[in-house]
């Protein structure tokens, strides 16, 4: 082959390689071309990396209700720290956030991890989500740590469809409710004395006796 030819060659397989490289990193970042999880957001601030944070709103477009923070957080540090709030600035929004089992704050224990939303996690619902965040915008949020403090980022705002379906505003952890104190068998009525004799068994002689007991004087 002479030398032309080969360089023919060479410079045609490198523009096949950049063609399928180039093609390759497109398919990454367009989630629906591989139906794989669309990206989102992610930072670390000290000891805490927050991945995956996303606000989702209901599956509808026009559907009223609250919509939810999802995020999984690391702390990297040697002690435990909790999730004291989650703000979103430029909205009149608020954030409730829920334990896993529904009661007490959010610890993120010591080189470990919490997830918020989804089935049997922890959750950040925003009650009035649909005025606070719109489809398809970046919302920020700062999520407000016992020791690191605020760590803000800005997260993608999605419907609970497709990939968020088992993250979304329904998926809230089951609060424990007080079971009401059940009435003991056998108390009394109410209103009715407890424990008062009947009649028969109080000693007071009836009708019939006090003429038995007449007769038996004559």
């Not at 999802?70 to 703000?87: M, S, V």
């Not at 529904?102 to 089935?119: E, Q, S, T, Y």
């Not at 925003?126 to 690191?148: D, H, L, W």
Request: aromatic share 4%.
């Amino acid at each position: 082959m002479s030398r032309s030819l080969r360089r023919g060659a060479l410079a045609a397989t490198a523009i096949v390689i950049s063609i399928g490289a180039l093609s390759a990193c497109g398919a990454g970042n367009d989630a629906q071309t591989l139906g794989i999880k669309p990206d989102s957001a992610a930072t670390t601030i000290g000891d805490i990396r927050i991945q995956n944070a996303n606000v989702i709103t209901q599956p509808e477009r026009n559907a009223a209700g609250p919509a939810v923070v999802t995020a999984t957080l690391f702390n990297n540090g040697a002690a435990q720290q909790t999730l004291d709030a989650i703000t979103l600035p430029g909205t009149s929004a608020t954030v409730q956030l829920h334990a896993a089992k529904g009661a007490g704050p959010i610890v993120v224990p010591a080189g470990g991890k919490v997830v918020l939303g989804g089935k049997g996690n922890a959750a950040a619902v925003i009650e009035n989500g649909r005025e606070a965040a719109r489809n398809g915008n970046v919302q920020s949020v700062v999520f407000k740590f016992s020791r690191t403090g605020d760590v803000p980022l800005g997260v993608f705002v999605v419907p609970a469809t497709s990939y968020f379906t088992g993250f979304g505003p329904s998926s809230l952890p089951a609060v424990p409710s007080e079971t009401p104190a059940t009435t003991p068998s056998g108390s009394a009525t109410p209103g009715a004395p407890s424990g008062s004799p009947s009649e028969s068994a109080s000693g007071a002689a009836g009708p019939t006796d006090a003429a038995s007991a007449s007769q038996s004087a004559g």
